[in-house]
Structure formats: structure tokens, C-alpha cells
T-cell receptor, first 110, second 113 residues
């Protein structure tokens, strides 16, 4: 069964304290992996797409990487405004049905 | 550019009533997706359309749920009759092509009393 698992469920960081969020997937014939940010009361906001192992994408303090079994979202020197829930999603071959993880709730303290 | 627009933002109704949620996708996007988000189960895909045609409705929980897309700029998700366990946030998303990123609306928070 196709599955996406994120860890940790919640993470508290001090401002400037770098860390990584993990997204493990078991998806038949992975076609794409996406990272989203979700703020309270809002819909998920697209961050990155990764299509093949070894690929990396960067945006400001965020960097996403992909291996054959997992993806990481690295946050460098986070700020309080980076506080949000981060979701990853994967879709297998033959369909465009995203399978979402349950997210990591990130809190960055000033 | 306008994003995905959903209405209403909040809906509170009594059990047994019909509920209709509405979505306007981003202009030019060929794919439209309906999701449900709960604390217990996270984001679950209910149904998706390509060029107004339903492609996969295997996530629709039961016959009380139905979705339509009469044209490229409008879709509805209907629940009839509604039950308290249908309470959740319902999101609509659209994408240019199926393999491209989905862009989400801000959702409808549905409460069934």
C-alpha cells in the first residue's frame, strides 16, 4: 500500500537553530514528491517539487532533497515566521492522486 | 492572479441537511481536486477531475457525497444528507497538468451539528 510518513510530528526550535524534517515514502513508481507549507486557517501553499533521487531545490532558508526512500526539508537559521505545518505529498505512477503525510508542526521561538 | 476560490469559508448546519461547497479553479488549469482534512486522518483526496470529467472518485466516502464540474470554472461538492462525522475542512485544488503542483484554496470549514 502506498504510504507517506512524516517525522517528527512536532518540532520546536529556537530562532537560528537549524534542523531537518523527514518525509519517508513507499510509493510504487514515484512520479513526484511535493512539499507544502500550511498556516492555520489557510490552504497548503506549494513550496517545492522533486522528481528524481538526488534532486535538490532551495528557497530562502529552505532546502528540499530527495533519495529513493525519503525526502528532507532542511531549515537553515529559521525565523519565527517559518512557524507552520509542513506537508509532503507523493504520487505514484499511473495516477495523479497525491498521498499526503500528516505533516510536521514547526514552531520557531524568538 | 486570482487563486483557487472556495465558498463558503464556514458552514454550520444541522444533521440531515444538504450541504453544497463551491470551488472556482485557477483559470486555465485542467485538473481539479477535492480534499478533506481532519486531525485524525490528515488530507485525503476525495475526487479529481480532468477537463471537467471525473477521473477517480475512489476517495468519496459514501453515496451521500457527490461532486460535479459543469464547466471549466466551477465545481461543487455536495453532501446529502449530512452527518456530524462529515465535519472537517474541505479543500479544493487545481493544477495546470496532473503532474504539476496543485494550488489550494483556503478551504471550507464545515460543522454538522
Amino acid at each position: 500500500e502506498d504510504q507517506v510518513t512524516q517525522s517528527p510530528e512536532a518540532l520546536r526550535l529556537q530562532e537560528g537553530e537549524s534542523s531537518s524534517l523527514n518525509c519517508s515514502y513507499t510509493v510504487s513508481g514515484l512520479r513526484g514528491l511535493f512539499w507544502y507549507r500550511q498556516d492555520p486557517g489557510k490552504g497548503p501553499e506549494f513550496l517545492f517539487t522533486l522528481y528524481s533521487a538526488g534532486e535538490e531545490k532551495e528557497k530562502e532558508r529552505l532546502k528540499a532533497t530527495l533519495t529513493k526512500k525519503e525526502s528532507f526539508l532542511h531549515i537553515t537559521a529559521p525565523k519565527p515566521e517559518d512557524s507552520a505545518t509542513y506537508l509532503c505529498a507523493a504520487y505514484p505512477s499511473g495516477t495523479y492522486k497525491y498521498i499526503f503525510g500528516t505533516g510536521t508542526r514547526l514552531k520557531v521561538l524568538a | 492572479d486570482a487563486g483557487v476560490i472556495q465558498s463558503p469559508r464556514h458552514e454550520v448546519t444541522e444533521m440531515g441537511q444538504e450541504v453544497t461547497l463551491r470551488c472556482k479553479p485557477i483559470s486555465g488549469h485542467d485538473y481539479l481536486f477535492w480534499y478533506r482534512q481532519t486531525m485524525m486522518r490528515g488530507l485525503e483526496l476525495l475526487i479529481y477531475f480532468n477537463n471537467n470529467v471525473p477521473i477517480d472518485d475512489s476517495g468519496m466516502p459514501e453515496d451521500r457525497f457527490s461532486a460535479k464540474m459543469p464547466n471549466a470554472s466551477f465545481s461543487t461538492l455536495k453532501i446529502q444528507p449530512s452527518e456530524p462525522r462529515d465535519s472537517a475542512v474541505y479543500f479544493c485544488a487545481s493544477s495546470l497538468q496532473g503532474w504539476q503542483p496543485q494550488h489550494f484554496g483556503d478551504g471550507t470549514r464545515l460543522s454538522i451539528l
